[in-house]
Protein backbone atom coordinates (compact mmCIF):
# COMPACT_ATOMS: atom_id res chain seq x y z
CA UNK A 1 0.00 0.00 0.00
CA UNK A 2 1.07 3.11 -0.88
CA UNK A 3 1.54 5.83 1.74
CA UNK A 4 -0.35 9.45 1.14
CA UNK A 5 1.66 12.16 0.65
CA UNK A 6 0.94 13.79 3.68
CA UNK A 7 0.28 12.50 7.32
CA UNK A 8 -2.84 14.43 7.02
CA UNK A 9 -3.78 12.48 3.82
CA UNK A 10 -3.15 9.21 5.94
CA UNK A 11 -4.53 10.23 8.58
CA UNK A 12 -7.60 10.76 6.50
CA UNK A 13 -8.05 7.71 4.77
CA UNK A 14 -8.35 5.62 7.64
CA UNK A 15 -11.93 4.56 7.57
CA UNK A 16 -13.87 3.12 4.96
CA UNK A 17 -14.26 5.31 1.27
CA UNK A 18 -17.78 6.28 3.23
CA UNK A 19 -16.22 7.79 6.34
CA UNK A 20 -12.87 9.24 5.21
CA UNK A 21 -11.15 10.92 8.18
CA UNK A 22 -11.07 8.49 10.92
CA UNK A 23 -7.90 7.73 12.50
CA UNK A 24 -7.35 6.60 16.12
CA UNK A 25 -7.86 7.93 19.52
CA UNK A 26 -8.65 7.12 23.03
CA UNK A 27 -10.16 7.75 25.72
CA UNK A 28 -8.90 5.11 28.16
CA UNK A 29 -5.88 5.40 30.30
CA UNK A 30 -3.71 2.21 30.67
CA UNK A 31 -0.53 1.95 32.95
CA UNK A 32 1.14 -0.81 31.69
CA UNK A 33 3.51 -2.36 33.79
CA UNK A 34 2.14 -0.54 36.87
CA UNK A 35 -0.64 -1.63 38.95
CA UNK A 36 -1.30 -4.82 40.87
CA UNK A 37 -2.30 -8.41 39.11
CA UNK A 38 -6.53 -8.62 38.62
CA UNK A 39 -7.80 -9.98 41.17
CA UNK A 40 -11.03 -11.44 39.38
CA UNK A 41 -10.47 -14.45 38.46
CA UNK A 42 -13.20 -14.68 35.68
CA UNK A 43 -10.59 -12.57 33.70
CA UNK A 44 -7.22 -14.14 34.27
CA UNK A 45 -8.76 -17.54 34.28
CA UNK A 46 -9.78 -17.76 30.63
CA UNK A 47 -11.86 -20.12 31.68
CA UNK A 48 -11.46 -22.63 28.11
CA UNK A 49 -13.96 -25.02 28.65
CA UNK A 50 -13.78 -26.23 24.94
CA UNK A 51 -11.86 -27.21 22.32
CA UNK A 52 -8.15 -26.33 22.05
CA UNK A 53 -8.58 -26.74 18.47
CA UNK A 54 -6.02 -24.58 17.20
CA UNK A 55 -5.76 -22.58 13.81
CA UNK A 56 -7.24 -25.04 11.78
CA UNK A 57 -10.33 -27.37 11.87
CA UNK A 58 -13.73 -26.93 12.59
CA UNK A 59 -14.55 -24.42 15.38
CA UNK A 60 -16.28 -25.43 18.55
CA UNK A 61 -16.25 -25.39 22.05
CA UNK A 62 -16.02 -22.32 24.53
CA UNK A 63 -14.58 -19.28 23.75
CA UNK A 64 -13.86 -16.69 26.28
CA UNK A 65 -13.85 -13.01 25.55
CA UNK A 66 -12.70 -10.21 28.37
CA UNK A 67 -14.50 -6.97 28.06
CA UNK A 68 -13.69 -3.99 29.37
CA UNK A 69 -17.21 -2.93 27.96
CA UNK A 70 -18.60 -2.26 32.00
CA UNK A 71 -20.79 0.52 31.32
CA UNK A 72 -24.58 -0.78 30.37
CA UNK A 73 -24.94 0.25 26.90
CA UNK A 74 -22.25 -0.80 25.57
CA UNK A 75 -21.87 -4.02 28.06
CA UNK A 76 -25.75 -4.50 26.73
CA UNK A 77 -24.18 -3.90 23.19
CA UNK A 78 -21.24 -7.05 23.60
CA UNK A 79 -23.74 -8.85 24.46
CA UNK A 80 -25.93 -8.59 21.36
CA UNK A 81 -23.67 -9.22 19.12
CA UNK A 82 -22.18 -12.20 20.84
CA UNK A 83 -26.06 -13.33 21.15
CA UNK A 84 -25.86 -13.29 17.36
CA UNK A 85 -22.68 -15.16 16.83
CA UNK A 86 -23.86 -17.72 19.09
CA UNK A 87 -27.34 -18.57 17.58
CA UNK A 88 -25.20 -18.47 14.17
CA UNK A 89 -22.58 -21.03 15.38
CA UNK A 90 -24.27 -23.58 17.37
CA UNK A 91 -20.76 -25.65 18.29
CA UNK A 92 -19.62 -22.31 20.02
CA UNK A 93 -20.15 -21.07 23.57
CA UNK A 94 -18.72 -17.43 24.60
CA UNK A 95 -18.00 -16.91 27.84
CA UNK A 96 -17.63 -12.97 28.46
CA UNK A 97 -15.81 -11.88 31.22
CA UNK A 98 -16.57 -8.00 31.83
CA UNK A 99 -14.12 -6.37 34.02
CA UNK A 100 -14.80 -2.60 35.05
CA UNK A 101 -13.21 -0.05 32.72
CA UNK A 102 -10.49 1.27 34.40
CA UNK A 103 -9.67 -1.73 36.38
CA UNK A 104 -8.86 -3.63 32.85
CA UNK A 105 -6.78 -0.85 31.33
CA UNK A 106 -4.77 -0.31 34.35
CA UNK A 107 -4.03 -4.11 34.56
CA UNK A 108 -4.12 -4.83 31.32
CA UNK A 109 -0.11 -5.92 30.93
CA UNK A 110 -0.34 -8.07 33.98
CA UNK A 111 -3.91 -9.23 32.60
CA UNK A 112 -1.98 -10.33 29.11
CA UNK A 113 1.55 -12.16 31.04
CA UNK A 114 -0.87 -13.96 33.16
CA UNK A 115 -3.88 -16.30 31.29
CA UNK A 116 -5.54 -14.11 29.41
CA UNK A 117 -9.23 -14.44 27.28
CA UNK A 118 -9.00 -15.72 24.06
CA UNK A 119 -10.19 -12.48 22.51
CA UNK A 120 -10.12 -8.89 24.71
CA UNK A 121 -11.19 -5.78 24.20
CA UNK A 122 -8.76 -3.64 23.11
CA UNK A 123 -7.42 -0.22 20.82
CA UNK A 124 -6.08 0.29 17.37
CA UNK A 125 -2.33 2.29 16.64
CA UNK A 126 0.20 2.79 19.48
CA UNK A 127 -1.67 0.76 21.91
CA UNK A 128 -1.90 -2.27 19.55
CA UNK A 129 1.45 -2.25 18.72
CA UNK A 130 2.56 -1.97 22.17
CA UNK A 131 1.36 -5.35 22.96
CA UNK A 132 2.31 -7.24 19.77
CA UNK A 133 5.67 -6.08 20.03
CA UNK A 134 6.13 -7.76 23.52
CA UNK A 135 4.92 -10.93 22.11
CA UNK A 136 1.54 -10.75 24.23
CA UNK A 137 -0.69 -10.91 21.42
CA UNK A 138 -1.92 -13.25 18.75
CA UNK A 139 -1.62 -12.98 14.89
CA UNK A 140 -4.68 -12.57 12.89
CA UNK A 141 -3.18 -12.10 9.49
CA UNK A 142 -5.74 -14.94 8.15
CA UNK A 143 -8.23 -13.22 10.29
CA UNK A 144 -7.95 -10.11 8.26
CA UNK A 145 -7.82 -12.07 4.73
CA UNK A 146 -11.99 -12.62 5.08
CA UNK A 147 -12.50 -9.24 6.32
CA UNK A 148 -14.76 -7.05 3.80
CA UNK A 149 -15.52 -3.26 3.92
CA UNK A 150 -11.94 -2.37 5.91
CA UNK A 151 -9.85 -0.14 3.97
CA UNK A 152 -6.33 -0.59 3.35
CA UNK A 153 -5.74 2.21 6.01
CA UNK A 154 -7.98 0.75 8.48
CA UNK A 155 -5.46 -2.62 7.88
CA UNK A 156 -2.71 -0.17 8.50
CA UNK A 157 -4.13 0.96 11.67
CA UNK A 158 -4.28 -2.77 13.10
CA UNK A 159 -1.05 -4.30 12.01
CA UNK A 160 1.89 -4.53 14.07
CA UNK A 161 5.80 -3.39 13.36
CA UNK A 162 6.28 -6.79 11.95
CA UNK A 163 3.53 -6.59 9.05
CA UNK A 164 1.46 -9.15 10.90
CA UNK A 165 -2.29 -8.35 11.53
CA UNK A 166 -3.01 -8.22 15.31
CA UNK A 167 -6.29 -6.01 15.76
CA UNK A 168 -9.68 -6.19 14.01
CA UNK A 169 -11.66 -2.35 14.27
CA UNK A 170 -15.33 -2.54 15.23
CA UNK A 171 -16.70 1.16 16.14
CA UNK A 172 -15.15 4.75 16.17
CA UNK A 173 -16.59 7.92 17.81
CA UNK A 174 -15.51 11.76 17.65
CA UNK A 175 -14.67 14.33 20.72
CA UNK A 176 -16.59 17.43 20.28
CA UNK A 177 -18.64 19.45 23.01
CA UNK A 178 -22.19 18.18 23.15
CA UNK A 179 -25.44 19.84 23.94
CA UNK A 180 -28.94 19.84 24.19
CA UNK A 181 -31.12 21.07 21.94
CA UNK A 182 -33.71 22.22 23.66
CA UNK A 183 -31.42 23.95 25.97
CA UNK A 184 -30.14 25.85 23.51
CA UNK A 185 -33.31 26.96 21.65
CA UNK A 186 -34.89 27.90 24.91
CA UNK A 187 -32.61 29.94 25.76
CA UNK A 188 -31.82 31.83 22.66
CA UNK A 189 -27.94 30.25 22.72
CA UNK A 190 -25.76 30.10 19.49
CA UNK A 191 -22.48 27.66 18.63
CA UNK A 192 -19.68 29.49 19.35
CA UNK A 193 -16.94 29.60 16.60
CA UNK A 194 -14.03 31.40 18.61
CA UNK A 195 -12.81 30.85 21.85
CA UNK A 196 -14.11 34.04 23.26
CA UNK A 197 -17.26 33.31 21.98
CA UNK A 198 -17.62 30.28 24.04
CA UNK A 199 -16.44 32.42 26.92
CA UNK A 200 -19.06 34.92 26.38
CA UNK A 201 -21.45 31.50 26.12
CA UNK A 202 -20.03 30.61 29.29
CA UNK A 203 -20.88 33.62 30.86
CA UNK A 204 -24.56 33.70 29.80
CA UNK A 205 -25.16 30.20 31.07
CA UNK A 206 -23.70 31.24 34.39
CA UNK A 207 -26.54 33.56 34.48
CA UNK A 208 -28.46 31.63 33.49
CA UNK A 209 -27.75 29.61 36.46
CA UNK A 210 -26.29 26.85 34.76
CA UNK A 211 -22.83 24.75 34.84
CA UNK A 212 -21.45 26.42 31.40
CA UNK A 213 -18.84 23.37 31.00
CA UNK A 214 -19.95 19.59 32.43
CA UNK A 215 -16.77 18.38 33.85
CA UNK A 216 -15.12 15.05 35.56
CA UNK A 217 -12.12 13.93 36.37
CA UNK A 218 -12.27 11.05 38.96
CA UNK A 219 -11.14 7.97 37.03
CA UNK A 220 -7.73 10.85 34.94
CA UNK A 221 -8.63 9.78 31.39
CA UNK A 222 -11.04 12.81 31.07
CA UNK A 223 -9.33 15.90 31.32
CA UNK A 224 -6.94 14.99 28.36
CA UNK A 225 -9.47 15.12 26.34
CA UNK A 226 -9.78 18.82 27.36
CA UNK A 227 -6.21 19.23 27.09
CA UNK A 228 -5.80 17.62 23.51
CA UNK A 229 -8.56 19.91 22.05
CA UNK A 230 -6.79 22.75 23.09
CA UNK A 231 -3.29 21.78 21.90
CA UNK A 232 -4.41 20.95 18.76
CA UNK A 233 -6.55 24.02 18.42
CA UNK A 234 -3.25 26.31 19.93
CA UNK A 235 -0.74 24.43 18.30
CA UNK A 236 -2.06 22.65 15.42
CA UNK A 237 -1.59 18.88 14.59
CA UNK A 238 1.50 18.42 14.03
CA UNK A 239 2.72 19.78 16.62
CA UNK A 240 0.36 17.38 18.95
CA UNK A 241 1.44 14.22 17.83
CA UNK A 242 5.04 15.40 17.58
CA UNK A 243 4.51 16.08 21.25
CA UNK A 244 2.87 13.11 22.19
CA UNK A 245 6.02 11.45 20.62
CA UNK A 246 8.31 12.91 23.22
CA UNK A 247 9.91 15.36 20.24
CA UNK A 248 8.35 18.49 21.94
CA UNK A 249 9.29 20.13 25.01
CA UNK A 250 6.30 20.50 27.45
CA UNK A 251 8.04 23.04 29.61
CA UNK A 252 8.04 25.14 25.91
CA UNK A 253 6.26 28.41 25.71
CA UNK A 254 3.76 26.56 23.01
CA UNK A 255 2.73 23.79 26.06
CA UNK A 256 3.02 26.69 28.77
CA UNK A 257 -0.14 28.43 26.87
CA UNK A 258 -2.41 25.65 26.18
CA UNK A 259 -2.14 25.39 30.17
CA UNK A 260 -2.14 29.06 30.68
CA UNK A 261 -5.84 29.41 28.43
CA UNK A 262 -7.06 25.84 30.10
CA UNK A 263 -6.60 28.04 33.59
CA UNK A 264 -8.60 31.28 32.01
CA UNK A 265 -11.38 28.71 30.99
CA UNK A 266 -11.35 26.56 34.89
CA UNK A 267 -14.34 29.09 35.92
CA UNK A 268 -16.51 27.39 33.85
CA UNK A 269 -16.03 23.73 34.00
CA UNK A 270 -18.42 22.03 37.39
CA UNK A 271 -16.56 22.48 40.33
CA UNK A 272 -15.28 19.92 42.30
CA UNK A 273 -14.35 17.79 39.16
CA UNK A 274 -11.82 15.08 40.54
CA UNK A 275 -14.19 13.65 42.67
CA UNK A 276 -16.78 13.00 39.82
CA UNK A 277 -16.72 10.26 37.11
CA UNK A 278 -17.51 11.29 33.29
CA UNK A 279 -20.95 9.28 33.75
CA UNK A 280 -22.20 11.30 36.53
CA UNK A 281 -20.74 14.77 35.34
CA UNK A 282 -22.93 13.49 31.81
CA UNK A 283 -25.90 13.69 34.26
CA UNK A 284 -25.58 17.04 34.46
CA UNK A 285 -25.76 17.58 30.74
CA UNK A 286 -29.02 15.14 30.96
CA UNK A 287 -30.72 16.71 33.54
CA UNK A 288 -30.08 20.02 32.09
CA UNK A 289 -28.15 21.39 34.64
CA UNK A 290 -24.88 22.25 32.34
CA UNK A 291 -25.21 23.53 29.06
CA UNK A 292 -22.30 21.99 27.77
CA UNK A 293 -20.16 18.80 27.98
CA UNK A 294 -16.51 18.36 26.09
CA UNK A 295 -16.20 14.31 26.02
CA UNK A 296 -16.47 11.77 23.14
CA UNK A 297 -20.16 10.55 21.35
CA UNK A 298 -20.08 7.80 24.64
CA UNK A 299 -21.75 10.44 26.09
CA UNK A 300 -25.08 9.56 24.45
CA UNK A 301 -25.02 6.03 26.84
CA UNK A 302 -25.88 8.52 29.77
CA UNK A 303 -29.18 9.50 27.51
CA UNK A 304 -32.08 7.50 27.41
CA UNK A 305 -33.31 6.46 24.03
CA UNK A 306 -35.78 8.42 21.69
CA UNK A 307 -36.72 11.63 22.65
CA UNK A 308 -34.07 12.46 24.47
CA UNK A 309 -31.09 11.07 22.59
CA UNK A 310 -32.69 13.02 20.11
CA UNK A 311 -32.22 16.17 21.92
CA UNK A 312 -28.31 15.67 21.94
CA UNK A 313 -26.61 17.39 19.80
CA UNK A 314 -22.94 18.55 19.13
CA UNK A 315 -20.59 21.28 17.70
CA UNK A 316 -16.39 21.41 16.68
CA UNK A 317 -14.12 22.48 19.90
CA UNK A 318 -13.96 26.60 19.03
CA UNK A 319 -11.14 27.90 17.01
CA UNK A 320 -8.77 29.88 19.35
CA UNK A 321 -6.33 31.14 16.48
CA UNK A 322 -7.11 31.79 13.16
CA UNK A 323 -3.74 30.79 11.85
CA UNK A 324 -4.81 27.04 13.30
CA UNK A 325 -7.71 26.98 12.43
CA UNK A 326 -10.49 24.00 13.83
CA UNK A 327 -10.02 21.72 11.51
CA UNK A 328 -8.34 18.88 13.56
CA UNK A 329 -9.78 16.30 15.81
CA UNK A 330 -10.00 13.20 17.66
CA UNK A 331 -12.13 10.11 16.87
CA UNK A 332 -11.10 6.84 18.20
CA UNK A 333 -10.96 2.72 16.63
CA UNK A 334 -12.02 0.54 19.20
CA UNK A 335 -12.05 -3.23 18.83
CA UNK A 336 -10.29 -6.82 19.33
CA UNK A 337 -7.41 -8.63 19.74
CA UNK A 338 -6.53 -12.24 20.33
CA UNK A 339 -4.37 -14.15 22.89
CA UNK A 340 -0.83 -15.79 21.75
CA UNK A 341 -1.90 -18.52 22.81
CA UNK A 342 -5.72 -18.79 23.11
CA UNK A 343 -7.03 -21.91 24.46
CA UNK A 344 -9.49 -22.42 21.25
CA UNK A 345 -7.50 -20.46 18.90
CA UNK A 346 -10.00 -21.38 16.10
CA UNK A 347 -13.02 -20.78 18.02
CA UNK A 348 -11.08 -16.95 18.50
CA UNK A 349 -10.76 -16.66 15.58
CA UNK A 350 -14.49 -17.49 14.16
CA UNK A 351 -15.47 -14.59 16.55
CA UNK A 352 -12.86 -12.28 15.23
CA UNK A 353 -14.01 -12.55 11.92
CA UNK A 354 -17.91 -12.11 12.98
CA UNK A 355 -17.00 -9.00 15.26
CA UNK A 356 -15.34 -7.36 11.79
CA UNK A 357 -18.51 -8.31 10.00
CA UNK A 358 -21.86 -5.82 8.84
CA UNK A 359 -23.44 -7.69 10.88
CA UNK A 360 -21.96 -7.39 14.15
CA UNK A 361 -21.26 -4.29 13.77
CA UNK A 362 -25.14 -2.91 12.52
CA UNK A 363 -25.98 -4.38 15.83
CA UNK A 364 -23.04 -2.83 17.99
CA UNK A 365 -24.36 0.46 16.77
CA UNK A 366 -28.21 0.02 17.04
CA UNK A 367 -27.50 -1.13 20.60
CA UNK A 368 -24.60 1.82 21.35
CA UNK A 369 -26.18 4.87 19.60
CA UNK A 370 -22.35 6.61 20.45
CA UNK A 371 -20.76 4.55 18.00
CA UNK A 372 -19.99 4.32 14.62
CA UNK A 373 -19.71 0.87 12.20
CA UNK A 374 -15.72 0.55 10.95
CA UNK A 375 -16.45 -1.71 7.75
CA UNK A 376 -18.16 -0.28 4.98
CA UNK A 377 -21.00 -2.26 4.40
CA UNK A 378 -22.55 -1.29 7.80
CA UNK A 379 -25.90 -0.21 7.46
CA UNK A 380 -26.30 3.40 8.01
CA UNK A 381 -29.97 3.43 6.99
CA UNK A 382 -30.57 3.04 10.47
CA UNK A 383 -28.34 5.54 12.26
CA UNK A 384 -29.68 7.79 14.72
CA UNK A 385 -29.29 11.73 13.84
CA UNK A 386 -26.46 11.96 16.39
CA UNK A 387 -24.76 9.29 14.23
CA UNK A 388 -25.48 10.31 11.21
CA UNK A 389 -23.38 13.33 12.23
CA UNK A 390 -20.61 11.65 13.77
CA UNK A 391 -20.09 10.35 9.93
CA UNK A 392 -20.48 13.86 8.55
CA UNK A 393 -18.47 15.53 11.20
CA UNK A 394 -15.07 13.07 10.89
CA UNK A 395 -15.46 12.98 7.51
CA UNK A 396 -14.80 16.31 7.06
CA UNK A 397 -12.30 17.15 9.70
CA UNK A 398 -8.63 17.53 7.55
CA UNK A 399 -6.42 16.13 10.52
CA UNK A 400 -7.84 13.16 12.99
CA UNK A 401 -5.32 12.18 15.96
CA UNK A 402 -5.57 9.44 18.77
CA UNK A 403 -6.67 10.20 22.81
CA UNK A 404 -3.73 11.39 24.46
CA UNK A 405 -3.19 8.48 26.12
CA UNK A 406 -3.37 6.44 22.71
CA UNK A 407 -0.91 8.83 21.04
CA UNK A 408 1.91 8.36 23.59
CA UNK A 409 3.79 5.91 25.35
CA UNK A 410 1.32 4.21 28.08
CA UNK A 411 3.85 4.55 31.01
CA UNK A 412 3.53 8.33 30.23
CA UNK A 413 0.09 9.56 30.00
CA UNK A 414 -0.79 7.18 33.21
CA UNK A 415 2.31 7.67 35.34
CA UNK A 416 3.04 11.27 34.43
CA UNK A 417 0.03 13.21 32.62
CA UNK A 418 -2.70 11.87 34.74
CA UNK A 419 -1.40 12.98 38.07
CA UNK A 420 0.03 15.76 36.14
CA UNK A 421 -3.08 16.68 34.69
CA UNK A 422 -5.07 16.58 38.17
CA UNK A 423 -2.69 18.54 39.78
CA UNK A 424 -3.18 21.35 37.16
CA UNK A 425 -6.76 21.04 38.10
CA UNK A 426 -6.39 21.29 41.45
CA UNK A 427 -3.53 24.51 41.48
CA UNK A 428 -3.93 26.08 37.88
CA UNK A 429 -1.43 28.95 39.14
CA UNK A 430 1.92 27.16 39.29
CA UNK A 431 2.04 26.28 35.52
CA UNK A 432 5.59 27.07 35.33
CA UNK A 433 6.34 24.27 37.71
CA UNK A 434 3.95 21.83 36.31
CA UNK A 435 6.01 21.88 33.01
CA UNK A 436 8.94 21.58 34.35
CA UNK A 437 7.98 18.84 36.20
CA UNK A 438 6.45 16.87 33.16
CA UNK A 439 9.17 17.65 31.04
CA UNK A 440 11.78 16.37 33.22
CA UNK A 441 9.56 12.98 33.66
CA UNK A 442 9.19 12.54 30.08
CA UNK A 443 12.93 12.64 29.49
CA UNK A 444 13.35 9.99 32.18
CA UNK A 445 10.80 7.66 30.09
CA UNK A 446 11.52 8.56 26.37
CA UNK A 447 15.54 8.50 26.87
CA UNK A 448 15.72 12.50 25.51
Request: glycine share 10%; net charge neutral; proline share 4%.
Amino acid sequence: MTRPATEAEYLASLVPPSVRGVDRRTLLRGALGAGTLLAAPSLLAACGGGSSSGGGGKATGTVTLGSNQSDAVPKAAVQSVVDAFQKANSGITVKINTIDHNTFQENINNYLQGSPDDVWTWFSGYRMRFFADKGLAGDISDVWKNLSGMSDALKKASTGDDGKQYFVPSTYYPWAVFYRKSVFQEKGYEVPKTLDDFKTLGAKMKKDGLVPIAFGDKDGWPAMGTFDQLNLRINGYDFHVSLMAGKEAWNGDKVKKVFDTWAGLLDLHQPDSLGRTWQEAAQALQQKKAGTYVLGAFVAQQFTKGAEQDDLDFFNFPEVDSTIGADAIEAPIDGYMMAKRPKNEAGAKKLLAYLGSADAQNLAVKADPSVIATTDQADQGSYTALQKKSVEFVKQAKSIAQFMDRDTRPDFASTVMIPAIQTFIKNPKDIDGLCNSIENQKKSIFGS
